[in-house]
């Protein structure tokens, strides 16, 4: 049963077509926001491969146009866990602090860089094995459905000269 309603303007609306618009916009609206859901629970999976040392999992999770190579991606995540310690208190964080770090990135781009014009970006902090902050980006594609990592930074605070150097040390011990 149709039920015809005249407006304010003199125009005609039926019940039908009010709930339609109706269930549109709130599948829009779920969809929009399944879409944040869906970005945040790829960064807590590859998270949760890191913080449980499933380096081959968490490796398998990268665009395959950033990584060619799986096996150097599982190893240089292996390495920044066995020389920096940390993946286990991995936490969300809205924001990186203000103020200058080093920045380690994997994979490591070389020569090339895929460009992707847009992307989206989780960030962590934990604490390292020298008992000090750590800060993290998970770059995923937001185009890909499901969505896939882009690339996995680690930012090192590096305010003052002391802080310059653990972060050099640090970079010096992964890259080994």
Avoid: W
Wanted: charged share 20%; hydrophobic share 45%; with cysteine.
């Amino acid at each position: 049963m149709l039920i015809n309603e005249t407006g304010p303007s003199g125009m005609k609306f039926s019940l039908a077509g009010l709930v339609a618009i109706v269930l549109c916009t709130s599948m829009a609206s779920y969809a929009i926001a399944n879409d944040d859901v869906s970005h945040a629970e790829i960064a807590s999976k590859f998270v949760a491969a890191l913080q449980h040392q499933r380096f081959k999992d968490a490796a398998a999770m990268f665009a395959p146009e950033v990584t060619r190579d799986t096996v150097a991606t599982e190893l240089a995540l292996k390495r920044i866990d066995d020389s920096l310690g940390g993946f286990s208190t991995m936490h969300p964080v809205a924001n990186l602090p203000n103020g200058r770090s080093i920045k380690f990135e994997v994979p490591a781009h070389k020569n090339t860089r895929p460009t992707f014009q847009k992307f989206v970006q989780v960030r962590y902090a934990s604490t390292a094995s020298d008992g000090k902050p750590v800060f993290y980006e998970v770059d995923l594609t937001a185009d890909s459905k499901p969505p896939q990592i882009l690339s996995f930074g680690l930012h090192f605070p590096a305010s003052d000269a002391q802080l310059t150097q653990r972060a050099n040390q640090f970079i010096s011990l992964i890259n080994r």
